[in-house]
């Protein structure tokens, strides 16, 4: 059974940094992306950015390049978010999610692409106050 749980969530303020974390459990590594994902009140899923788990590839929405960094830990299959810099803008729950072939290799349209993914978490609160 797939699982993922996310942690590391919070109240912070603007220009603030936060770690997120995404322990994954019943994946074979190599074959999965890992993807992040938010939802702010009232609007749609939009993707953050994705890792490919077997190459390492990256993946950032551009509203947050340049500023979240997106890692993995293979021996502990953890993938990270690091959100540096944050904004009022980026409140929202966040959530992780896995797409079982993603570690073949996917487009940037698909990597950010919600309903590509198969399994997800249960999501982490985001508050940035101005």
């Known amino acids: 059974e797939v699982q993922l749980v996310e942690s590391g969530g919070g109240l912070v303020q603007a220009g603030d940094s936060l770690t997120l974390s995404c322990r994954a459990s019943?994946?074979?590594?190599?074959?999965?992306?890992i993807g992040w994902f938010r939802q702010a009140p009232g609007k749609e899923r939009e993707g953050v950015s994705c890792?490919?788990?077997?190459?390492?590839?990256?993946y950032y929405a551009d509203s947050v390049k340049d500023r979240f960094i997106i890692s993995s830990d293979i021996v502990n299959t953890t993938v990270y978010l690091r959100m540096n810099s944050l904004k009022s803008e980026d409140t929202a729950v966040y959530f992780c999610?896995?797409?079982?072939?993603?570690?073949?290799?996917?487009?940037?349209?698909?990597?950010?692409?919600?309903?590509?993914?198969?399994?997800w978490g249960q999501g982490t609160q985001v508050s940035v106050s101005s």
């Open positions: 019943g994946i074979t590594v190599r074959e999965y992306a």
């Open positions: 999610a896995a797409e079982m072939h993603g570690g073949l290799g996917m487009s940037y349209e698909r990597a950010i692409y919600a309903p590509a993914y198969d399994y």
């Open positions: 890792i490919n788990l077997n190459d390492g590839t990256t």
